[in-house]
């Protein structure tokens, strides 16, 4: 297997740092050696307060590592992952190793043009179903990553979500640390990383809606309200246990249904709130399902188009 050419590495960087991540820190590089790619933490731009445990780091380098994935589909590779955890190198978190084509090649393939068109989208949605063919097809999609889709399919259990949400939106005000932190990444005009305050959204009309509130400052505070969709389609992202590298496997699958969604004309976002919490992570979770870990809360929907938020040069996140 001939490693790639500098334009294939090039298109293979595009790929990966077009994946989503907490407060768009992009905390991600990468080294290329012969067919492997190596995928490292960028520890400059982790959050320690709001995510002191790594999960939502984790999570963004595994939809880096399905990006790849797709990518090398694109172009005509195979590929193979393995999580690394290595005391020598402790920022290196993932191998993704070029290979052959094979049978999953042709399926990531199709994704392929949709990595520069998904977005966080962080408006109003229409009050339309999503068809139930197409929410079977995000569930298979999420299983082929070994993880599951847990529908919200009704308001008592939407209810409960919504408190562990504004219990943890609570706890964010109350954090110095956090809201410092979130200060560093959110609002304002932003040319590389971080959220813009275009990219916020309006402020929801009433506490329970399905819109997460990002503001951190007083001007983005003051940003005009809006109502959002009176049903909100969100569904659990869950995995059968927890650690670094199901937390990398929930973040390909978080991914990979946020690509079938797009390519089937779906907007989404994302309303983690709780999820990065200890204290209020498992009061989201299934306690009569075996799938109990939950790594990410997605909502689903139809939305006005929206503009990409700002992406890292690759020559920023390429490792000599």
Known sequence: MLPPTRRDRDELLR?????????????????????????????????????????MLHVSLGAAVFNLRVEAAHLAYGSEVRSVLDRARPDLVAEVELVGAGAETEELYRLAPYLQVRRTNRQPYQDRRVPDEVR???????????????????????KWLYLATNDADLEDDRNAARSEERRLWVGGDRTVDGIPSTALGPRATSPDSPAREMAAT????????????????????????????EWLRAGQAMQRVLLEATANGLSTSL????IEHDTLRWLVHDPLGSWTRPQSVIRFGYGPPVPPTPRRPISDVLLG
């Open 271 to 274: 309303l983690n709130q709780a």
């Open 136 to 158: 079977r097809l995000l569930d298979l999609s999420s299983r082929l990553e070994g993880a599951e889709l847990q529908w919200i399919g009704d308001r008592a259990r939407l």
């Open 15 to 55: 790929a990966a740092v077009a994946a989503p991540s907490m407060h768009n820190t992009q905390p991600w590089r990468f080294r290329f050696d012969g067919c492997v790619i190596e995928v490292h933490r960028d520890r400059a731009r982790e959050l320690p307060a709001e995510d002191p445990d790594r999960r």
């Open 218 to 245: 007083p001007a983005d505070s003051g940003r005009p309200m809006a109502t959002f969709e009176e049903e909100p389609q969100l569904a659990i992202l869950a995995t059968r246990r927890d650690g670094p590298a």
